[in-house]
C-alpha cells in the first residue's frame, strides 16, 4: 500500500475531521452517502486547524465495508469508501428521454445523485480495512 498524490489542497477543518477519510468542499469530513468531495485526508485534525487534502493522484482511505479491486468509490455517511450503488439510469416508460425531465440537471451542469471520487487499487473485506485508491477529477 502507496500513495502517491499528484495534487494536494490546504483546507482548515470546519469540524473534527478523521484520518483518511473524504472531505467535502468545505473543509468538513463528509456526512451524507455519495455526497461531492474535494479529496482524501492524510491525517485527522480538530475543528479551525489546516490540514492536507489529496485531490489527485492515489490517496489510502479507510474501507466502510467489503470494496473489490476496481470498484467505483463513494462516500459514506462517516467519510469512508464504500462501493457504488450503481449506474444511474431512468425508468423505462416514466418520462420521455427527449424531455428535459428525463435529463433533468445533469445535461445542465447539475451534479449526479451520488458523486463517484475514485477506484479500488486493494479490496477490502471489512470496514475499518485501509485501502489505497486511485483518485478521479
Not at 483518511?20 to 492524510?42: I, L, N
Amino acid at each position: 500500500m502507496q500513495c502517491s498524490p499528484e495534487l494536494e489542497l490546504t483546507f482548515t477543518a470546519s469540524g473534527a475531521v478523521g484520518s483518511y477519510r473524504c472531505v467535502g468542499f468545505a473543509g468538513a469530513q463528509a456526512t451524507a452517502q455519495g455526497q461531492k468531495v474535494a479529496g482524501v485526508a492524510r491525517y485527522g485534525v480538530a475543528a479551525g486547524e489546516p490540514f492536507p487534502v489529496i485531490a489527485s493522484g492515489t490517496a489510502i482511505i479507510e474501507a466502510g465495508g467489503n470494496v473489490s479491486v476496481g470498484d467505483s468509490l463513494i462516500s459514506d455517511s462517516q467519510g469512508r469508501a464504500i462501493k457504488s450503488t450503481g449506474e444511474i439510469a431512468i425508468k423505462a416508460g416514466v418520462t420521455a428521454v427527449t424531455s428535459a425531465a428525463a435529463h433533468g440537471n445533469i445535461l445542465i451542469g447539475g451534479d449526479m445523485p451520488e458523486f463517484v471520487f475514485g477506484d479500488a487499487l486493494m479490496g477490502a473485506s471489512a470496514a475499518g480495512n485501509k485501502i489505497e485508491v486511485l483518485l478521479r477529477r
